[in-house]
C-alpha cells in the first residue's frame, strides 16, 4: 500500500497516479506522465497542472521548458543505493528554480527522508512498512547541523564547510 506522507502528516485522496497498462488512471486520477509522453503532450497543447515522472537516467534539464506547466515532479527512486534522484532535486530546486511540489517515489526509506527534505523534495510516496510506522508515530530521524548548503537550510540557518567560509582579518 502505498501512502503520501509530506512534514504535515499524511495526505487522503492524492490525485497523482502512476500509470501502467494494467492499472490506467480513472475518475478523478491524474496520471504522471514519462518525461517523453510529458513533452509530447505539452508540445502538442497548452495544458497545465501535469505531472511528470523523472527516471534517474533522464535528463532532467529537458524540463526546463515545460516548468511552468507543471504541477508535480515525481522523481524515481528504484533502489536505497541510486541516489541520481538525489541530483536531479537538488538540480530543480537550485538551479532551474522549480518551487512547485517534488515527490520522492519509489524505495523512500525512513533513513533518507531527511536527506530528501534537504535537497527539497517535499512529499514522499511511501510504501515501506516500518517508514509508514515511524512516520506515522512522528519518528521522524534528523540531523540538526549540517555543513554544506541546500535547497534547505539547517534549523539553525545556513551553514558552510569551512572550506568555503572566508575568515574575517580579525580571525586569522
Do not use: C
Amino acid at each position: 500500500m502505498t501512502r503520501i506522507w509530506r512534514e504535515t502528516g499524511f495526505v487522503e485522496n492524492d490525485p497523482w497516479v502512476i500509470e501502467t497498462e494494467d492499472a490506467p488512471a480513472t475518475g478523478e486520477q491524474k496520471p504522471l506522465l514519462t518525461l517523453d509522453q510529458l513533452i509530447e503532450k505539452a508540445d502538442a497543447s497548452n495544458d497545465v497542472g501535469l505531472g511528470v515522472l523523472v527516471r534517474p537516467a533522464d535528463d532532467v534539464r529537458r524540463l526546463e521548458p515545460y516548468l511552468y506547466r507543471l504541477e508535480i515532479v515525481a522523481l524515481q527512486f528504484p533502489a536505497f543505493n541510486d541516489g541520481r534522484a538525489f541530483s536531479h532535486a537538488s538540480l530543480l530546486r537550485e538551479r532551474l528554480n522549480y518551487r512547485q511540489e517534488l515527490r520522492a517515489v519509489g524505495d523512500v526509506l525512513i533513513d533518507q527522508i531527511p536527506l530528501m527534505l534537504r535537497v527539497g523534495i517535499d512529499s514522499f510516496a511511501v510504501t515501506n512498512e516500518t517508514a509508514l510506522k515511524r512516520l506515522a508515530e512522528g519518528r521522524l530521524p534528523g540531523i540538526a547541523e549540517h555543513y554544506q548548503p541546500a535547497a534547505r537550510d539547517a534549523a539553525k540557518g545556513p551553514a558552510y564547510s569551512w572550506r568555503r567560509r572566508s575568515l574575517a582579518p580579525s580571525e586569522v
